[in-house]
């Protein structure tokens, strides 16, 4: 099988092609072309083996300035986990103070990956 992506690892964008065996589906087996660097192969593998994303998302926050706190994840997380971690996120309701970097949700299902608050939200 041949996939073609774009690499989302840095701002250049690099198109990538990569070829893999839909049965055989091994790190050493995927061959990725067209990256400029090596995380555009670690990208291209991980696409195929397990794709992950960056999310981002806003909480309900109790608060007199804003009625929702934007946060994002502190890294990828599985694709697969990521509606089950917005439905959690959209459940919450946190109050202030709450500072950029703090951890709204910690290590969400056991992933090592964290929510954390985008914003400065006081009071
Ligand atoms: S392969 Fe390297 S240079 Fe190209 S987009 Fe990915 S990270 Fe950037």
């Known amino acids: 099988?041949?996939?073609?992506?774009?690499?989302?690892a840095c701002p250049v964008?690099?198109?990538l092609e990569v070829e893999y065996d839909?049965?055989?589906?091994?790190?050493?087996k995927i061959k990725v072309t067209g990256n400029r660097c090596p995380k555009g192969e670690i990208y291209g593998k991980e696409e195929i083996l397990s794709p992950k994303r960056v999310v981002t998302a806003t909480v309900e926050i109790d608060s007199r300035l804003?009625?929702?706190?934007?946060?994002?994840?502190?890294?990828?997380?599985?694709?697969?986990?990521?509606?089950d971690l917005l439905k959690f996120i959209y459940r919450l309701k946190i109050r202030p103070p709450v500072r950029?970097?703090?951890?709204i949700v910690r290590n969400f299902k056991n992933?090592?990956?964290?929510?954390?608050a985008t914003f400065n939200l006081l009071e």
């Not at 099988?1 to 989302?8: E, G, H, T, Y």
């Not at 992933?111 to 954390?116: A, E, N, Q």
């Open 22 to 28: 839909e049965n055989n589906r091994q790190p050493d």
């Open 13 to 15: 964008g690099c198109r």
């Open 1 to 8: 099988m041949k996939r073609d992506l774009i690499c989302i």
């Open 66 to 83: 804003q009625p929702r706190l934007p946060v994002k994840t502190s890294a990828p997380i599985d694709k697969n986990l990521i509606f």
């Open 100 to 103: 950029i970097g703090d951890t």
């Open 111 to 116: 992933t090592g990956v964290d929510v954390v």
